[in-house]
C-alpha cells in the first residue's frame, strides 16, 4: 500500500475512533434507555410541586369561608383562583393580595373591583349563560363585598339573599310583572292561589323569594316543577319578579 | 407495489425513515443517526459489543420513570369546549404560575383568543391577552384581562378560543429537534428536557400552532405540558383545575369514563389545521371555522 494511502487512513481512523469515543464519553447516562432523550428528563419534569391546590387543603384552616363557598354558586371557583397562591408573592393574584389576613397561604383579595370583573364584566365574546355586569352603573362605585358574599356572591355577607342595591328604582317591577305571567297558572293572576297546595305569593316578602328561587335554581332546594321554572331565570329575573310580587297588595 | 403506495402514505413514509434509523443504529457505521430505541441500542450493544451504558432497571422500567404512573396504559387527550370559555384568563395565570412562566406579555404556554365581528365587516377581529389594549386593560403587567374595548362597536358575533399546545400524534417540532431534547412520552405528552436544551429555538420555528416559546430566562425553549407533574400525581393540568367554566377538559382516552372520553363522546368535535397531518391532541367543540 502507498504511504501516502496508509497515512490517509491512518488519519480516518483515528477520526473514527474519536467521533466513537466522543459518541461514547458525551450522552448522558440515561441517553437512550425509551427513545432518542434522556430517559432521566422525564422525572426531573415530574418531580415539580403542584401549586394549585384542592379547595380541601383548606377547607381546616378556613371553615367557615369553605362552608360558605362550598354551598353556594361560587363552588366552581376554586380558592386559589381569587386568593394568592401558595407559590408566593411573585405571582399575578399578589398584585390583589392585602396584608388583611394572618396567613400567608391564603390571604385575602383586597380589591374585589378589579378581581370580579375579570369575569363579571360584560364584553365582547362574553357567553349568555355567565352572569354579567356593566361595571359603572352596577356597583355605582361601590365594592363588590358591599352587597355580594365572594364566597357565596347571591348571597350577602350576613348571609342574606341579595336584593338590588340601594333603592327599588333599580329593579325593573314591570320586568317582573311581564315574567309572573309564568307564576299565574299556579300561583294565581293576583299572587293569590287557588289551588291548596300551592302557596300565596303576592305580598311575600322579597329576601325570602329571592332566596327560595335561588336554591330552587342551584337545585339546593329540589322540586320538579320551581326547579325547572328557576333554572331559565337569571340573577336578574329573580330580583325583578321577586319585587313585583312583593310590592303587591295584601288581600 | 405495496411499498411504493406506503411510502406516498404519510405515516408510511415516518415508519419508513424510522426504520432506517433503526437500522442505522444497529449498525456501527451511523451510530447516533436516526431514531434510538432501547431494542436498537440492546441491538448494537449484542452485536458491536460496544460499551453501551446498560440502564439502572430500577430506575427506569418499561412502565415509566415515574413510580406508579404506568405509562403504557394511558393516553391523555384535552378537550376545550369553545362554547363555555368566557375569557376570563384565569387559565393564562393559573399556568404561568404552575409552570413558572416568565412573567411578561410575551410568553405563554396557554393562551385565549378572542374573535369578533363587527357590523360590516367580513373578517373577524382577533386579539389575545397579550394585545397592547388588553395589557392596558389589565391592572399590571403581571395580570391578564380582556378590555372592553368593543363597548361603542355593534357586534354581531364574539367568542374566545383558548390554546395551548396540541401534543400531536407526530410532532413536528420533534423531529427537528437536533439534540434530543424534546420528545414525546408513551403516554402521549411532548415534553422538553431543559437540561438538554440548546436553545436554538428550531422547534418554535416548527410548530404550527406557535405553541412554543424561548424562555430568555433558562435560555431554553418552553412550551405546555399538560402539566406532567400534576397528571402524574392524579391531578389535572392547573389551567383545568381553575377553569369556573369548565371549558377546559382533560383526561384518559384509553378510560371511557374519562371526562375527555365522555366530551368526545358527546360532543361534535374538531382540531385545529387537521391538515398538516400532525394529529393534534386537543379537541375542540364548537370552534368555528374562521379558527386555525
Known sequence: MPKHIRRLLTILAVFAMLFVAGKIYFPPKSFGIYGHYRAASVGDIAAAHPAYLSPDS????????????????????????????????????????????ASPALPAAADYRRLC??????IAGRPDFMPQIEVDSHSQGQACTACHNPHSPLFSNAG??????????????????????????????EGVSAIAMFPNLACQKQP???????????????????????????????????????????? | MSETKLLKDQAGRRGFISLLGKVCATTAMCSGVGTVTLESLKAAAASTSTP??????????????????????????????????????????????????????????????????????????????????????????????????????????AFFVPKLCNHCENPPCVQVCPVGATYKTPDGVVLIDEKYCIGCRYCVQACPYGARYFNEETQTTDKCTWCYHRI?????????????????IFGDLNDASSDISVFIKSHRISVLKAWTGNGPHVFYNGLDGEVS
Not at chain 1, 362552608?67 to 405571582?91: D, L, M, R
Not at chain 1, 321554572?229 to 310590592?247: H, P, W
Open chain 1, 117 to 122: 370583573v375579570k369575569c363579571h364584566e360584560k
Open chain 1, 58 to 101: 383548606f377547607s381546616a384552616e378556613y371553615p367557615k369561608e369553605f362552608a360558605a363557598w362550598s354551598s353556594g354558586i361560587h363552588k366552581v371557583v376554586k380558592c386559589q383562583i381569587c386568593h394568592t397562591s401558595v407559590a408566593g408573592p411573585t405571582t399575578a393574584m399578589a398584585s390583589l393580595v392585602g396584608a388583611a389576613s
Open chain 1, 160 to 189: 342574606i339573599p341579595i336584593s338590588a342595591p340601594g333603592s327599588a328604582g333599580i329593579v325593573d317591577i314591570a320586568a317582573g310583572k311581564k315574567l309572573s305571567a309564568t307564576c299565574a297558572s299556579c300561583h294565581g293572576p
Open chain 2, 52 to 157: 453501551v451504558p446498560t440502564p439502572a432497571k430500577a430506575e427506569f422500567p418499561a412502565s415509566g420513570p415515574v413510580p406508579g404512573n404506568d405509562w403504557t396504559k394511558r393516553r391523555w387527550a384535552f378537550g376545550v369546549d369553545v362554547t363555555r370559555c368566557i375569557g376570563c384568563l384565569r387559565c393564562v395565570e393559573a399556568c404561568k404560575v404552575e409552570n413558572k412562566v416568565p412573567f411578561n406579555p410575551q410568553d405563554f404556554r396557554t393562551w385565549v383568543e378572542r374573535y369578533v365581528y363587527l357590523d360590516g365587516e367580513d373578517n373577524a377581529r382577533v386579539d389575545t391577552q397579550s394585545d397592547p389594549v388588553n395589557i392596558a386593560a389589565a391592572d399590571s403587567p403581571q395580570d391578564y384581562r380582556f378590555s372592553n374595548r368593543y363597548r361603542n362597536e355593534k357586534v354581531t358575533k
Open chain 2, 232 to 248: 402524574t400525581k392524579g391531578l389535572k393540568p392547573a389551567c383545568v383545575d381553575v377553569c369556573p367554566t369548565q371549558a377546559r
Open chain 1, 208 to 251: 325570602y323569594l329571592i332566596g327560595a328561587l335561588t336554591e330552587y335554581q342551584s337545585g339546593k332546594r329540589a322540586n320538579p316543577i320551581m326547579g325547572g321554572v328557576a333554572k331559565s331565570l337569571t340573577t336578574a329575573d329573580i330580583q325583578n319578579v321577586s319585587a313585583y310580587f312583593a310590592g303587591m297588595s295584601c288581600r
